[in-house]
Each structure stands twice: as structure tokens, then as C-alpha cells.
């Protein structure tokens, strides 16, 4: 279970965060107190009904005490603060852990004129982190949001304990990589029927999916909304590739080099990020560490949620216990 927390981002974009500390009488946490309505996005989209019947049994809480840990989540491109929502139950009992709808994203606002760089993906987390209290954080990112983590703490190291890399790499991916993402939008066959057709296009019939995935197919169900004419994204799709646009030209091995705090490369087996260049990532971060995820792909705390808290919750353990 998780409340709404409402922040205002670089430039005043307003940003739906959610707490997922614990409760009290559920482990180590706040008192319930009568919750609030259902959340609505910040740009009007209609919210899924898994979402409604959530945010229905989601009682609020009163903040965290100061002394809890802070920990914040960050989702990919294209996914939501509740993808984490599998994987959070390990970091919960002892600490206060916040997952963030990224602008563009979730109940994030959409802002039509953007913008969508990296500067306003890493001031949005830099701001999060100072009105909520929560620094130093350690920061959790996957994909996009791993990204946006190591570039805030190498910018902001005041601000970030500890950071943990899901499944990202450092590396360029360059203009085909661009392209073929073009084209795979293009492909979607929306407006979707029924959410069974949006999980059985993503989990089977895209031709990006190799073999079944259930999981994949579950995931991009979590992102769509009702409309008169079907079930669309939440995300503006060009949005998703405007802000792709301005991290895959580029390599990222400066920035992580200027990473001061202990760090822990994820990756999954089957994921997008390689062994070797895993590797090499934690050779230069100054404090980096590896651990891989045996029959994970890409979304590999979402697949595969406990076998991704085996895999990083000794090294949050370390660098979480005062």
C-alpha cells in the first residue's frame, strides 16, 4: 500500500510521489488516518481501474519519523512509481521509501512544451529529495531512472547516501537505437480493445518479444487508460521519445566516474546491459559493486521481484544501517 505525496519539480511541474513506508500494526511506520480520494492524474487522464480499486484501500499516513532512512525509487521510461511496488516489502520495515511518477509519467504532469532532458529528469529528483527530507537518500533507478540517479549523485553528492543501478548502461546506443524505437511506436496497434489485448500484445505479439513474456505484457497493462475508443498509454509517446533522445547519443562513463558513494550494479541475466560492460561500470565507479539476476530480462524487479531483493538487500542493509 502506498499514499499519494504531491511535489512541485524544476520549473514547477507537478509531480505525484508515493510513499510506501510501512504502517503502523504492519511493521515499523505511522498511524493510518481516513484516506483521501482516489488520485487522479495531474493531466486528467481517466485512472486505470486497477489503479482506482488500489487507491480505494489505500489508507494515508502521517510523515515518516525524521530518523528513518530515506530511499527513493525511480521507474524507467515508460513505467510508473507502483512498478516498484513488488519489490519495496524488503525496504519497508526500517526505512522510508518513496517511489517518484516521473514528469511525463504516471500522475506526473505532462507538460505539452516540456522539457525533457536530462537536466529536468535530475533537477525533478534533486527537488523530491529536499522537499520530502529525505537526503542524504539512497537512490534506487531502473533503466531511465538509473540514469537520472548516478547523474544526481554525481552532481549533488550531498544529497545521496548511496545509489543502486538497475539495468543500465553507460554507454551510447546511437541513432539506430533512436530509429528503431520511432518505428516500434509506430507498430503499437492502438487504441487497445481491452487491457487482455494489451497484455496479449506485449507479453506475446510484439515483434521486440522474443519468446512469451507475461510479465512484460503485465507491465504495460499498468500504464494504460480508459478511453471512449479504448485503452491508451498514460505517457505521450513522443514525449518518451524526445526525452530517449537526450541520453542515447552520448556515452555516460564521466559522469559515473564522478560518483562518490557506494554503489551497486543490477543486472539481469537476460536483461539489456551487458556482463562485460556491467563490469566495467563498477571498475569505475569509485565504490561500485555487481550482482546479477539468474532469468531476469530488463525488468528485472518487476519479473523477478524477490530474487532482485536477495540480490540488493545486503548491500542496502550496509549502507542503510546507521
Not at 165 to 175: K, T, V
Amino acid at each position: 500500500m502506498a499514499r499519494r505525496l504531491d511535489v512541485t519539480g524544476a520549473g514547477g511541474v507537478r509531480l505525484a510521489a508515493w510513499d510506501y513506508t510501512k504502517l503502523t500494526g504492519e511493521g515499523e511506520g505511522p498511524k493510518a488516518t481516513p484516506r483521501p480520494p482516489a488520485p487522479r492524474p495531474a493531466d486528467g487522464l481517466p485512472v486505470p481501474a486497477a489503479t482506482r480499486a488500489a487507491a480505494a484501500a489505500t489508507p494515508t499516513t502521517t510523515p515518516s519519523t525524521p530518523s528513518a532512512q530515506g530511499v527513493l525509487l525511480l521507474h524507467g521510461l515508460m513505467g510508473h512509481a507502483a512498478h516498484w511496488a513488488p519489490a519495496v516489502s524488503r525496504l519497508t520495515g526500517r526505512h522510508r521509501v518513496i517511489a517518484l511518477d516521473q514528469r511525463g509519467h504516471g500522475h506526473s504532469q505532462k507538460p505539452s512544451a516540456g522539457p525533457f532532458t536530462r537536466e529536468a529528469y535530475v533537477a525533478d529528483a534533486a527537488a523530491v529529495i529536499e522537499q520530502l527530507g529525505l537526503g542524504p537518500v539512497t537512490l534506487v533507478g531502473h533503466s531511465m531512472g538509473a540514469l537520472t540517479a548516478w547523474q544526481l549523485a554525481a552532481e549533488r553528492p550531498d544529497l545521496v547516501r548511496a545509489l543502486v543501478i538497475c539495468d543500465m548502461r553507460a554507454s551510447a546506443l546511437g541513432a539506430a537505437s533512436q530509429r528503431a524505437w520511432q518505428d516500434w511506436f509506430r507498430g503499437w496497434p492502438a487504441p487497445f480493445p481491452s487491457l487482455d489485448a494489451v497484455r496479449r500484445w506485449f507479453g506475446d505479439d510484439d515483434p521486440w518479444v522474443e519468446r512469451p513474456n507475461p510479465a512484460r505484457g503485465a507491465f504495460f497493462a499498468e500504464v494504460m487508460a480508459e478511453h471512449p475508443d479504448g485503452w491508451r498509454p498514460v505517457f505521450d509517446p513522443a514525449q518518451m521519445l524526445t526525452s530517449r533522445e537526450t541520453w542515447v547519443h552520448d556515452a555516460h562513463w564521466d559522469s559515473l566516474a564522478q560518483v562518490r558513494c557506494p554503489t551497486l550494479v543490477v543486472r539481469g541475466l537476460d536483461g539489456e546491459l551487458g556482463r562485460a560492460e556491467a563490469q566495467e561500470m563498477v571498475r569505475v565507479l569509485p565504490h561500485g559493486a555487481y550482482a546479477e539476476i539468474p532469468d531476469a530480462g530488463h525488468l528485472l524487479h518487476y519479473e523477478h521481484p524477490e530474487a532482485w531483493g536477495e540480490a540488493v538487500e545486503p548491500f542496502l542493509n550496509g549502507v542503510l544501517t546507521p
